[in-house]
């Protein structure tokens, strides 16, 4: 019973991380003068770094004991959050999400494989996975609550704060833990580097083309950078004897169909959470508490339509549970393109994240089912790994294409509209403050369409490359 504790608490930590701090963005932003494009790598240096080293943490615990590594990634991660809850700057602050990626990459996958350690197969290890999983539902919501408690009522910095207390207890309960026997091989460090460093560079040029100009010549450097480290990364792994992601997953159309539309799934709803929580404190001037309770009606969409969900793809392929869910999303961000500075939350903002949500819920169990469809047992690690690093990449990419995106188009109705925000608050002045609110909903409202349009071609790819049946949806991995 403590091994679970221990292992949960870890993984609620772990997922809290991911939306505490989305409702504290606005705070961060005025406490340390960050623009919006800035604004956008706390949320990135986390994704990009959690998801390009996850599949070398889950490796790690393998070769060196999963419980030592575990460790390890708890001690990076808590550190971590004390170097960002005391950073000056929001360069110290950016570098802390880093290092906090780094231990959730090491952690969370190790502290799944430590389930498998601690729990005997059959109903006592199914229990555990239960719990495991519900965590990320729980932590989801608990950090949405929490964040706005922290933030409107101590101070921003407590939503990276919290992870002390946490970290210190789960490090104390690791003593009850059981280690597994080591695997053999190597750890693809150099691999991980290449695609971790290739992903950075390439959302570094993103954010700088859209506030520099797309000709600046270290956008076009860091652009041609990031081809080239993708590029020796995908060689790499092709190459190797013991590769961190075995191309030979992605041979199945299936398998190959599911990431690309998790990929696509991560990128609308790093967004969604990103410009809801912007729009919510900026335009309709909730406080990060009223924001937090404000997202209940997502979280309840997404938890009731993936239990309906779990029970369709027993019935049906999972090609016709996920696609009209997702078709369903994109009609939810449809109607949040048409928010504006007035729109009242239970008549336009709460029905519109509740469909949302619903569309989104639905698609998640078949989308996970076939990520690990049919995988030959010595591929299920990598597999089961790269669900998530589909979903974390896709965020990160898509949150600061977006970012750039939304910040042109509110500029292109007021110039630097977040800078004139602020300037309007500090000088009382309400004129140029309800300019700069419509000009930021503008901006939103275009980032929501294009997410829309992200989850149509999920929706298609879905439908259209994925052709597995309902069976073999349910099928579990290949010996």
């Known amino acids: 019973m403590i091994a679970l504790l221990v292992i949960a608490a870890a993984e609620l930590m772990v997922v809290l991380d991911a939306t505490i701090v989305n409702i504290a963005l606005p705070s961060i932003q005025s406490g340390l003068k960050m623009s919006a494009g800035d604004l956008a790598w706390v949320v990135n240096a986390y994704a990009v770094t959690f998801g390009g080293l996850m599949l070398l943490g889950g490796r790690a615990g393998d070769l060196f004991g999963r419980r030592r590594v575990f460790r390890f990634g708890i001690v990076v991660f808590v550190l971590a959050s004390v170097l960002g809850g005391l950073a000056p700057n929001s360069g110290l602050l950016v570098c802390a999400r880093v290092l906090q990626g ?3 990459a090491v952690a969370a996958p190790t502290a799944l494989a430590l389930i498998a350690t601690n729990f005997p197969e059959g109903k006592e290890r199914n229990r555990a996975m239960g719990t495991y999983a519900a965590m990320a539902g729980v932590g989801s919501t608990v950090g949405l609550i929490l964040g706005g408690v922290l933030t409107e009522y101590l101070d ?5 704060l919290v992870n002390i207390p946490i970290g210190i207890t789960v490090l104390a309960g690791t003593t009850v833990l059981g280690e597994a026997d080591r695997s053999h091989g190597k750890l693809d460090v150099s691999g991980a580097a290449a695609g971790t460093a290739g992903l950075l560079c390439l ?6 083309g859209g506030q520099q100009g797309w000709a600046d010549w270290l956008t076009l450097t860091c652009f041609a950078v990031a081809a080239v480290l993708l590029t020796l990364f995908i060689v790499r792994q092709a190459r190797i004897e013991h590769p961190m992601l075995p191309l030979r997953i992605f041979k199945d159309r299936n398998r190959a169909g599911t990431y690309a539309t998790l990929f696509l799934v991560g990128l609308g709803m790093f967004a969604t959470f990103y410009f809801l929580t912007l729009y919510m404190q900026h335009v309709l001037e909730y406080g990060a508490v009223r924001t937090g309770l404000a997202y209940l009606p997502f979280s309840a969409g997404i938890g009731m339509m993936a239990a309906i969900g779990s029970r369709l793809v027993v019935k049906l392929p999972p090609r016709l549970v996920a696609a009209p869910g997702l078709v369903v999303a994109a009609a939810g961000m449809l109607w949040l393109s048409r928010l504006t500075p007035h729109s009242s939350y239970p008549g336009a903002l709460m029905p519109a994240m509740f469909v949302t949500a619903a569309g989104l819920g639905s ?13 030959a047992e010595r591929d299920s690690g990598s597999a089961s790994g790269m669900l998530n690093t589909a979903q974390q990449i896709g965020g990160a990419l898509g949150l600061a294409t977006l970012a750039t995106l939304s910040t042109s188009f509110a500029d292109n109705r007021l110039p630097r509209a977040d800078e004139a925000y602020f300037s309007g608050l500090s000088r ?18 275009r980032a929501f369409i294009v997410g829309a349009l992200v989850f149509a071609v999920a929706a298609l790819i879905m439908a259209v490359v994925v052709n597995a049946g309902r069976q073999e949806a349910s099928t579990g991995p290949e010996s």
Request: hydrophobic content about 50%.
């Open 428 to 445: 009382h002045d309400g004129a140029l403050v309800a300019q700069a609110q419509e000009a930021m909903t503008y901006g939103y409202t």
């Open 102 to 104: 780094v231990g959730a």
């Open 203 to 208: 959302i570094y040029a993103v954010t700088r």
């Open 363 to 375: 698609s998640f169990v078949p989308l996970t089912l076939g990520a690990v469809r049919g995988v």
């Open 156 to 160: 921003w910095r407590w939503v990276l």
